[in-house]
């Protein structure tokens, strides 16, 4: 069968977390350079869909197109190894600490930025001809997007502030359960539709995801956005980095591992044969 069970799939991702954290600097930085132009390209194509047909779900449900490519090409992005990559080291895996698991991520965001730059300048050439004519409908929807996600909360102050942590916190609990659930099972078909749901929601709902916003946030730069850089790192790019730390490893890695991985030995009720969590059938009594 193509189910891959939790205790193994879990399994899995504290093996692909220590492959990760001893991955070349060479090959990790090529694989998030990929994964953050892809995920971009995505990006670009929904907006494009939204501004063409008025349709936002439209656009949100075409959106993971993107996510599973970079999945199936085994690329990387900043969300998915801010929860797998730690689980090597609270494994106790040989060689993998503090050092590897930050060394990892730092590569991978900036691999990342570097594709989503690379794409956000592509695009911004496309929507204005070369910088030669004003943005057209795409390019103008790009700037007001970086507006109202950096402006826009810096106008609540504080409550603002939190807003912006939780909805990173959310959008990476959904793409990480999106990375996990390409691991339930053994068949493309099937890795494809467990992860098109939690990532449609995300971007549907309007969270905040790191690697995205690094590539709306330049383009909308580009397109004369009422915003600055400054804006972009301080009330987007870092509170939206931290949340999607704290979502990706608190509310999918750390739970899995400890339920799945590091629970405890399974216990066989007394005079059952049974161990907990097993389902057990009384015998027949005969009459």
């Excluded at 075409?62 to 090409?73: A, K, N, R, T």
Aim: aromatic share 12%.
């Amino acid at each position: 069968m193509s189910y891959v069970k939790p205790r193994e799939f879990v399994g899995a991702m504290v093996d692909a977390g220590e492959s990760k954290a001893f991955l070349s600097t060479r090959d990790t930085l090529i694989r998030a350079y990929m994964a953050g132009a892809i995920l971009a390209l995505a990006a670009a194509f929904a907006v494009t869909v939204t501004v063409e047909t008025g349709n936002a779900l439209v656009g949100a449900l075409l959106f993971p197109v993107g996510f599973c490519l970079l999945y199936l090409m085994g690329f990387d992005l900043l969300t998915g190894v801010f929860t797998l990559v730690p689980l090597a080291w609270l494994d106790k895996r040989r060689g993998v600490g503090a050092k590897q698991v930050l060394r990892n991520w730092g590569l991978v965001f900036v691999g990342n930025f570097a594709g989503a730059l690379t794409v956000a300048l592509m695009m911004a050439i496309i929507v204005t001809y070369g910088f030669s004519v004003d943005p057209n409908d795409v390019g103008q929807q790009l700037g007001s997007i970086g507006e109202s996600r950096t402006v826009g909360y810096a106008e609540h102050g504080a409550a603002g502030m939190l807003t912006l942590f939780v909805r990173g916190v959310l959008c990476n609990w959904m793409v990480s359960t999106g990375v996990v659930a390409a691991m339930m099972s053994t068949s493309v078909p099937g890795k494809v539709l467990g992860m098109w749901m939690p990532i449609l929601l995300f971007f549907y709902m309007g969270f905040e995801h790191s690697v995205v916003n690094m590539f709306l946030f330049p383009t909308g730069l580009m397109m004369g956005g009422s915003f600055g850089v400054g804006d972009y790192l301080l009330w987007n790019e870092i509170p939206t980095v931290l949340g999607n730390l704290v979502g990706g490893l608190t509310f999918v890695g750390l739970t899995l591992y400890a339920t799945h991985h590091r629970t405890a030995p399974e216990r066989r009720r007394p005079g059952t044969g049974a161990a907990e969590g097993e389902e057990f059938l009384p015998e027949k009594v005969s009459a």
